[in-house]
């Protein structure tokens, strides 16, 4: 199946008791058994649910992996990948990524004996300058948030030894670009964002291919509870089912965005990867189908209180955390979504204090572009 096919039928039957085409919620705790250790498949939906388990079947195969698993949140299923290593371990990752995953890496994980590497690993020669014998994984996103550097997967695949690989797809996903076919062994999804596609979902998955992984992985799923329910399970597989119909306007529009603000006067530099003159272009034309929706930029006066005045003033952007639904968002990550970060860290991948980020989304272009405009001025 082309993956526009695979969106709505990959993993997915009608109901078998009755021949519903959409799969039911199955708002149940547990399930009856014939007898002691007799079940239908299903005996305790902390470990399998059958709505969950039909999401996590698409995820698998959209993903062009073998194993899917949901989890409560995005940062749950982070989590999950982290409790794979031991005190000792060493962990490669971007040094430019969302402020979650960097807190979780730092504040909770770091203290457990496990010692993270932050590096540019868009120079590839910089994860061979780091990686050991100790290093258990290699953390990767692409295109990074929030300034949209590129990763080349197939590259970092090819030299991270005995290291496991794990992409954060969530900006590009499954439509956009194919890490497992790159040669990483986990991807990850904050489902939330373009996966559930329309605001109203908290969520995180994983897929991989490798049986043995799975495993271990489901272990931790089930054995730490970090799970989601399956009416948000429902929701995901309705979203999913329009996902490439989004993700072609969503792109559309933030070309069409992205070459405004670069023309734009108050505008000092635009992150947007499918400009030419990006550093990361090649990689990112060869490894992706679109450029996607999330464009950033700075302002030339490079201040916290001129972003924030923008941020006021848009009316069809809403100012919000999250990104990735129907609805276009403005942002701003030195005081939102990357404030956990020191500073001086976020200065050096380029997170300046006036960098705004937009997910933009499926309205009228010219409306989106009329409210920028507004706001710019």
């Not at 956009?176 to 109203?200: C, E, F, N, R, W």
Request: hydrophobic share 40%; proline share 4%.
């Amino acid at each position: 199946m082309k993956i526009e096919t695979k969106l709505l039928h990959a993993g997915i039957k009608p109901d078998a008791a009755t021949g519903a085409v959409m799969t039911p919620i199955y708002q149940t705790s547990t399930y009856a058994q014939e007898s002691v250790g007799n079940s239908k498949g299903y005996e305790y939906s902390r470990t399998l649910n059958p709505t969950r388990h039909t999401l996590e079947k698409n995820l698998a195969a959209i993903e062009n992996g073998e194993y899917g698993m949901c989890f409560g949140s995005g940062m749950a299923a982070i989590d999950a990948v982290l409790k794979l290593l031991s005190p000792g371990d060493e962990v490669v990752s971007s040094n430019d990524l969302y402020g979650g995953s960097y807190r979780i890496f730092t504040a909770i994980f770091q203290k457990y004996g496990i010692k993270f590497h932050f590096i540019d690993i868009t120079d590839l020669s910089n994860i061979e300058s780091v990686v050991n014998e100790k290093t258990k994984l290699i953390w990767v996103e692409t295109p990074t948030n929030p300034t949209m550097k590129i990763i080349d997967i197939e590259g970092v695949a090819k030299i991270k030894q005995q290291a496991l690989l794990a992409v954060d797809n969530t900006f590009a996903t499954p439509f956009l670009q194919s890490p497992i076919l790159l040669g990483a062994d986990i991807v990850m999804h904050s489902v939330t964002k373009y996966l559930a596609g329309h605001s109203d979902v908290v969520m995180g998955a994983l897929v991989v291919k490798e049986e043995g992984l799975a495993k271990e992985l489901y272990r931790i799923q089930n054995s730490c509870g970090a799970v989601p329910g399956p009416q948000d399970c429902f929701l995901v597989l309705r979203g999913i089912k329009t996902l490439h119909l989004r993700m072609e306007r969503h792109s559309l529009n933030g070309e069409k965005i992205a070459f405004f603000l670069k023309k734009h006067p108050k505008v000092d530099k635009v992150y947007w990867p499918g400009f030419k003159d990006h550093p990361n272009y090649a990689i990112a034309n060869k490894q992706m189908k679109h450029f996607g929706g999330m464009v950033s930029f700075s302002l030339k006066e490079d201040t916290v209180a001129n972003a924030h005045k923008i941020l006021a003033k848009t009316n069809v952007f809403y100012l919000a955390e999250s990104l990735g639904g129907v609805e276009s968002l403005i942002g701003h990550p030195a005081t939102m979504t990357h404030a956990s970060i020191p500073r001086e860290e976020r200065l050096k991948t380029g997170i300046q204090d006036s960098l705004i980020r937009l997910s933009v989304g499926v309205e009228n272009a010219d409306d989106l572009l009329e409210d920028l405009s507004q706001a710019l001025s």
